[in-house]
Every structure is written in structure tokens, then in C-alpha cells.
């Protein structure tokens, strides 16, 4: 759908610093992208675009209260959402707040991993700008959101002013189409992606995920999606926003947001098409997230443990899925088994929601019947390897089958250690065979 700009933020301050919830009642109405802004933005536009633009262009046009921008050009943005957090033990964050002439502070609460509990909060919304203090910020983009990572300086600059300097990124265009596979997941779409392009292939740039692949996804599958961008060198993903995002969004925020979606005239400095019907599941090997392989040609490789956990890897619908390959086997792991969800209500989930086809089993139920280790607290936990007795580092040179998002030297610990990023799925199946799997061995 092609849209023109209509109005921009507030120039004044920022709007909001996450992270509180909201006590209004909410509010079901989405404001359309031709619609008057309901807020304090002040309409700045006098005529049509002269040129198409991209999702990108249009957020950080309005955001910085120009009516054009091109990929190159420096501007001052109006940030909406800033998120910042202390990393005072394996994944504890600090989330900050601030409302118009009220004083920042810290949000008592630990919610978890901060770019999963972001969106759960109902601070991840269409058309605005989210900046963090991490690089996988750039996961609120799932929701047609502007957001990308930012140093503790510019943190500190935007705190002070509301504002942040920014380079407008020119976009690369991925058209996923094709009906996903019941043995893929969005992980495996974006480790091919990488593989395509390579950890620099999209330096500085915005990756703009669309087609009819894109569109089938739920929203926690989107996340993963744009989670990874940086790992091909991304300054920010984006999905367009559509009936999913609106759904998603219906009982978690009351703030009216304005979506925008790239021109038909826009232009993209590359376009990269993918059947995604094809696609087999895949896994990056050690040491790079572009190490691109398929899962059954990997079969040979033994391995000591699986990681199924992260920002990347887990969320509610990761354990879902993880629960759907242990009920689909019948089976005991052969390898320790670590599970770490991403916030309270994802292990809450764990031990609450039924697993479709189990008969009324949990995931916890399903793990402890397979061996698993038990669920532990929220956290990033062995993903940034972390002191020595972090939760499932490894401290030994073993090999790794990881939901997670990298696999440098030393990432999860043992700079010697092996690490295979995969799915889910592909995580899950592995550890019951000890070796790396292709999840179709168990899902029929």
C-alpha cells in the first residue's frame, strides 16, 4: 500500500521512555496511516511526496519533521522510545521511564530480556522510533518501527534532549513468498538471508521483509526475523504493519499510532527474492552467522548440549515449537538440554499453556518428560557468555546446537568452544539425537 507522510512528532521532547505499563484503559482503534495524528504532533506537510520512499525513509522523515528525505542525508530525529539497561548480572536490565515533566527513574520490576519484554509491554508501535542501548534493539522492527542500537552516549544525549542524529540508511528489499514449510521457522529464513548476503551485507542499511511468507508469520516470528539484521550488519529491520501487528497490539497499548508503508515509486538499492516453499532448515556453523549449511548435511557432527533460549530463540512461541518436536518423538534428550525464556511472562507461559496436540500438556511438562533441565529464571544467560558460573555457559570447548544469534569465538564462553545457530525445531531435534538434525526426522 503506497502513503504519504501527514504529519510528524513532537519537536519539543521525547514522547516516552519505556518501560512502565499502562493504567488508561485500552483503546481498540488504530489510527490509519490517512488519518489526523491523535497527539501533540503538528501537521508539517503542505503537499504529496515528489518522491517515492521507502518504510525507513517515511519514519525518519516524520520523526525528524522534513517532508523528504534520501538514503545519505543527516538528520536530527524525534525519538519516541528509549530503552536502557544495566547488565548487572547475566541479563538483568534497568528500564527507564519518562513522561512529560516527570523524572526519569527505574523501573523496579524485572521483566527479562529487555527486547522480548518491550514488545509484550506494548512499546513496540508502527510508525514511531525506538532507540536501545544494545544491538538487538533492532527487533521491535517486527512491529513497522523504526529502532536500531545506540552507544550510551548518544543515550545520554537523547535523555538530555529527546533527540538523536542519524544517517538515513538506504534499503535493501527482501520478497519472501511461498507457503512456509510446517518444518521451518523464521530463524531458518533469516539464516539463509545471511548466508545470502553476508555478516557485511547490509551495513548500514535497512532490510524491509515483505511478501506473502512475511505476511503468515505471528508477530513473535517477525521478531526473530528482525532480531538478527545486525548480523548481517543492518542498522534496522522492518515489517510492514498489517491485521497481525493491529491484533497484537490490541490489548497492550492505548497510545494511537500511525503506520507507514513504502511507496510503489520508492526506490531500494537492492531487491532479493526468495521461494520460500523450497527453503530446507538450516544452520550457521562456527564461527560466523553467515556459515550457512543445510541441517542434513551437518548429520556427521556430534554435539555436547543445546541451548534453546535468547532474544532470538526464547520467546513463548520457541518453546512452543521446541515441545512440538520432544511430543512429535516420544523421546529422551541424549545431551543436556538447557531452556532459558526471555522474560517472566514467557516461563509463565512455559508452565501454563497447553501445547497444541498434547492433550492438555504444558511445555514444562513436555521438557521434564523429556529430559530437559528444568526452565530457569529470565535472563540472556549463556548467550553473552558471561561470568564463570553463568547459568549453561560453557566452560569447556564443547559443541552447541544455540536458538541463539551469534557464534564468534567466545560468544557463549569457551573461546574454543563450537557453536550451530539453528531453529528451534532443529534445535530440539538435535538434542535427541546428539548429533545436528534436520527436525523433518521427527516432524512428519
Request: net charge positive.
Amino acid at each position: 500500500m503506497a502513503s504519504s507522510l501527514v504529519s510528524s512528532p513532537t519537536s519539543s521532547f521525547l514522547k516516552k521512555i519505556a518501560f512502565h505499563k499502562c493504567k488508561k484503559q485500552v483503546s481498540k482503534k488504530i489510527v490509519s496511516v490517512m488519518a489526523p495524528q491523535q497527539s501533540e504532533r503538528k501537521t508539517y506537510t503542505t503537499g504529496s511526496v515528489k518522491t517515492g520512499m521507502t518504510m525507513t525513509e517515511k519514519i525518519l522523515a516524520r520523526a525528524s519533521e522534513k517532508q523528504q528525505l534520501n538514503p545519505g542525508d543527516n538528520v536530527w530525529v524525534n525519538v519516541d522510545i528509549l530503552m536502557t539497561h544495566d547488565v548487572c548480572g547475566p541479563g538483568s536490565i534497568g528500564i527507564f521511564k519518562k513522561e512529560f515533566g516527570e523524572k526519569a527513574k527505574a523501573n523496579p520490576d524485572y521483566k527479562g530480556v529487555c527486547h522480548v519484554a518491550l514488545a509484550q509491554e506494548g512499546h513496540c508501535r508502527p510508525g514511531e522510533v525506538l532507540l536501545g542501548t544494545d544491538s538487538h534493539t533492532c527487533t521491535a522492527g517486527a512491529f513497522g518501527q523504526f529502532a536500531t542500537g545506540i552507544g550510551n552516549t548518544d543515550a545520554g544525549f537523547v535523555l538530555g534532549t529527546g533527540k538523536v542524529l542519524l544517517k538515513v540508511p538506504p534499503t535493501l528489499r527482501f520478497v519472501m513468498d511461498g507457503e512456509m514449510p510446517h518444518y521451518l521457522l523464521a530463524k531458518d529464513l533469516i539464516l539463509q538471508i545471511i548466508g545470502e548476503i553476508s555478516v557485511a551485507g547490509a551495513t548500514y542499511k535497512s532490510m524491509e521483509f515483505v511478501g506473502t511468507t512475511v505476511e503468515s508469520l505471528n508477530m513473535e516470528e517477525r521478531m526473530t526475523l528482525c532480531n538478527m539484521v545486525v548480523e548481517a550488519g543492518g542498522k534496522n529491520g522492518v515489517v510492514p504493519a498489517d491485521s497481525t501487528t493491529f491484533k497484537y497490539l490490541e490489548d497492550k497499548t492505548s497510545v494511537p499510532y500511525e503506520p507507514v508503508y513504502s511507496d510503489a515509486q520508492a526506490s531500494f538499492l537492492s531487491e532479493y527474492r526468495f521461494d520460500i516453499s523450497k527453503l530446507e532448515p538450516l544452520v550457521a556453523k562456527p564461527h560466523s552467522p553467515d556459515n550457512r549449511a543445510l541441517a542434513r548435511e551437518c548429520k556427521d557432527v556430534k554435539i555436547d548440549r543445546v541451548y534453546i533460549g535468547s532474544c532470538t530463540g526464547g520467546k513463548t512461541e520457541d518453546f512452543l515449537a521446541a515441545a512440538k518436536v520432544f511430543l512429535a518423538s516420544g523421546k529422551k534428550v541424549k545431551v543436556p538440554t538447557f531452556l532459558v525464556p526471555a522474560t517472566q511472562k514467557v516461563w509463565m507461559d512455559i508452565y501454563t499453556l497447553p501445547v497444541p496436540g498434547s492433550g492438555g500438556k504444558t511445555c514444562s511438562q513436555i521438557f521434564e518428560e523429556a529430559g530437559c533441565d528444568t526452565p530457569a529464571s529470565p535472563s540472556c544467560g549463556a548467550c553473552l557468555g558471561g561470568p564463570k558460573d553463568t547459568y549453561a555457559r560453557m566452560n569447556e570447548p564443547k559443541v552447541c546446537v544455540s536458538t541463539t544469534n551469534r557464534n564468534f569465538p567466545g560468544r557463549m564462553g569457551h573461546k574454543e568452544g563450537q557453536i550451530y545457530l539453528a531453529s528451534p525445531y532443529t534445535a530440539a531435534a538435535s538434542a535427541l539425537t546428539s548429533y545436528v538434525t534436520d527436525p523433518r526426522e521427527f516432524l512428519c
